[in-house]
């Protein structure tokens, strides 16, 4: 069992290999990449990393396959200070993903799972749940139905990362105090992002809707607002939503009022975007505190 930390992300690692391209590839056809990266990945597994780069402390609960990739990634966690003491090892692969990205930025992403299976309810037992906040990206549905319900009973805020419409996400939307989700999720969800808000306000007594280069939206009880984002060059957006997620966590972690909670996380999701690759782009303290200039906490 972790000693307490700030923030326990709960759901998805796999393995990233990351290729430069010129485009995406038409139908039955062939492109050379010009670089090709590999690391650890997965919206929970980068939101732990990228709250520990931001100085707090973080554990990762999900699944790493007993494979080339799985230890690759464990190795990875431990070495950025992540508490990888909830990571259930298995014979199943690790999941992986190949990710093909354009000089502007724009991302096309192929997974594989092979026959990993979500792990079962009992996988995990953790009362008292050991951080101040739990962040679920929904990958991981069994075991975060039932941390969601022990983290409710001990008052304990969560946060859900809802990246895109699935069983996991559907079932976590309404059992958590943070639904913040992206725009395709919102598009998936009710058409667009000011249907969605107000259907997801219904739900959950906060949401945020991220929209990339757009900024955000949000609604908290009956106030709603919205953020423009940070601008700047993007070379590869991958990411951007996990080091988001990661940065809303650590924010809320750390007791920040809203408004300054919400510039947070955006510079956050911002600075992810300068760099290849969501593993390397995740920002650091120093990094996120220059855009600021002065660290926030």
Known sequence: ??????????????????????????ADEKVVADNL???????????AVCIARLGLTSAFAGYLGRDLYGDKHFQELNDEGVDTQLIIRGASPTPLSAILVKPD????????????????????????????????????????????????????????????????????????DYLVCSEKFAVQYAGDEHKALSRLAALAPTVVITLGERGLVWQRGNEQGALSAYPVTAIDTTGAGDAFHGAFAAALAAGLEWQALLRYASAAGSLCCTKMGARLGLPSRQEHARLFNRPLF
Do not use: W
């Not at 983290?151 to 079932?171: E, F, N, Y």
């Open 37 to 47: 990266l590999g690391c650890g990945g997965g919206p929970a597994a980068n939101a």
């Open 105 to 176: 930025g724009k991302r096309c992403l192929i997974n594989y799972k092979g026959d990993t299976q979500a792990l079962p309810a009992d996988a995990l037992n953790l009362a008292p749940i050991p951080a101040k906040v739990v962040l679920f990206d929904g990958h991981e549905p069994f075991i975060s139905l039932a941390l969601a319900e022990q983290a409710r009973q001990s008052k304990i805020p969560t946060v859900l990362d809802a990246g895109s419409v699935h069983d996991g996400t559907l079932a976590l939307m309404n059992r958590v």
């Open 1 to 26: 069992m972790p000693q307490n930390v700030d923030v326990l992300c709960v759901g998805h690692a796999s393995y990233d290999l990351i290729f430069s391209v010129s485009r995406h590839p038409d």
